[in-house]
């Protein structure tokens, strides 16, 4: 009879390892890259602007339309993980978007960078997903929240990359500089991926055809265990390859769901809307391009701040009330910077770096909870369809702030609004630790307990 071997008795019970931490790095690494082509058109959209005589807040829909494709990657591609392996999709979505950043070096209207855009975010829309995905599988139970928070750190640190870069370069290589880093980046780690990124165990294991591809992993973190014909690995979860969005609602999971994407709604509305919005504001504010620029990536550096420390209280102090406290220091951090527009550089900063430290930790932080909230079969499509409702935020929030940007007496001013979905995002999150249940292992048979003393 064959020895049955739970992968998340293996994880949970051991130490991280070195497989562990390679996984851990390049989904970092993932994320970082995607962070620096989202952000980076937004530090130089006021160089752009300059050079092609477009007035204020003619980004809009430009932007609106990379957050467009980001979103029907995130619902369309993100969820073919689930079927088809996260390492796959990951290193064809690093492939795609690399391309599209590094074709914006030719564009030369306002139109042709809508398009390009588009595209480009479409192919960055499937690597979050994912990337939090295969982490959080590789991750053991007790460490899992802050893993995911770690990992999903990249974004903001490849947000303040692309922010220095813009401040040191835009002025003496012109703002195509920061494309050809940005294209080149995704595309050089396409080809570290191929390499060296392992599959999921967990979802290998899920199929027929990946039990000798699971026992090699498990064997790397548990050397001990056999990779023999006598071994079968499970993953815990009852079925998986073909999952479907009601999955998402099913075994009482619909509250949970809900108020999961009302929550990825409003937070990336404020996310967005943010830093879109935030290099042009303080530059109509009386900062220069640099500086904005600058200022702008220490308000990222506030939310890696935000995300670290978020991450290593989660797991001691319950990982929704922290969401909760990020969520309310950002409130006081928006509401604060829209009404004090007299503050100088560094006040302004400190306040921006606040901002940054609440609503970008509790963004990274509701990554954590949607992986914690699904099984392994549907965590993709569950973390997909969660960043696709906010993306629907992230499209709202620069369309508002456009309009507002265009119009307002007082750029600064157009962050008053952010309070708004802050406090509706606050009782979300308030619901989903409600009705939220941690994802449970499905129950594994008698015959098919774990062995490995």
């Not at 073919?80 to 690093?94: E, F, K, N, P, Y």
């Not at 960078?113 to 991750?139: C, H, K, M, Q």
């Amino acid at each position: 009879m064959k020895k049955t071997i739970n992968i998340s008795t293996v994880i949970d019970t051991q130490p991280i390892g070195g497989l562990q931490l390679r996984v851990f790095l390049l989904c970092a690494a993932v994320l970082f890259v995607d962070g620096f082509d989202v952000q980076g058109i937004t530090y130089v959209a006021p160089a752009i602007s300059r050079e092609w005589g477009l007035p204020r807040g003619a980004f809009g829909p430009t932007f609106s339309a990379g957050l467009f494709g980001l979103m029907l990657g995130a619902i369309l591609l993100a969820p073919l993980a689930d079927r088809i392996g996260r390492r796959r999709v990951i290193i064809l979505s690093c492939a795609a978007f690399g391309l599209g950043t590094l074709l914006t070096v030719w564009v030369a209207s306002l139109s042709a960078l809508l398009v390009l855009r588009f595209f480009t975010g479409f192919g960055l829309g499937s690597a979050l997903p994912n990337a939090i995905g295969l982490a959080s599988e590789y991750a053991p139970e007790r460490r899992r929240a802050l893993v995911v928070m770690f990992v999903g750190s990249g974004i903001s640190i490849g947000s303040i990359g692309s922010g220095m870069v813009a401040a040191q370069f835009v002025n003496t290589l012109g703002w195509r500089a920061l494309f050809v880093a940005g294209g080149v980046l995704p595309l050089l780690l396409a080809v570290v991926l191929w390499l060296a990124l392992p599959e999921s165990i967990r979802f290998a294991a899920l199929l027929p055809q990946g039990q000798e591809e699971a026992k090699r992993l498990l064997h790397k973190i548990r050397p001990e265990i056999g990779s023999g014909e006598d071994v079968r690995i499970v993953s815990g979860d009852r079925h998986g390859g073909k999952p479907v969005v009601a999955d998402l609602f099913r075994d009482r999971r619909g509250p949970a769901t809900i108020a999961l994407w009302v929550a990825f709604f409003m937070s990336l509305l404020n996310v967005y809307l943010a830093i879109n919005w935030l290099p042009t504001s303080l530059n109509a504010s009386g900062f220069t391009v640099p500086q904005a620029a600058f200022m702008t990536s220490l308000y990222h550096f506030g939310g890696v701040a935000g995300t670290y420390a978020i991450g290593l209280l989660m797991d001691r102090l319950g990982p929704h009330k922290m969401v909760l406290t990020a969520l309310f220091l950002a409130l006081i951090g928006f509401y604060m910077f829209s009404s004090a527009p007299g503050l100088t550089q560094w006040p302004t900063t400190a306040v921006l770096m606040l901002a940054g430290f609440g609503v970008i930790g509790a963004q990274v932080g509701l990554t954590a909870l949607s992986a914690i909230t699904y099984p392994v079969a549907i965590r993709s499509t569950g973390l997909g369809w969660a960043l696709g409702m906010g993306r629907i935020g992230s499209i709202v929030g620069p369309t508002v702030g456009g309009w507002l940007l265009a119009t307002a007496a007082n750029p600064r001013s157009v962050y008053a609004v952010c309070v708004v979905p802050i406090a509706i995002g606050m009782a979300a999150v308030a619901l989903l630790m409600k009705y939220s249940r941690p994802a449970a292992a499905a129950p594994v048979s008698t015959m098919e307990k774990e062995e490995v003393q």
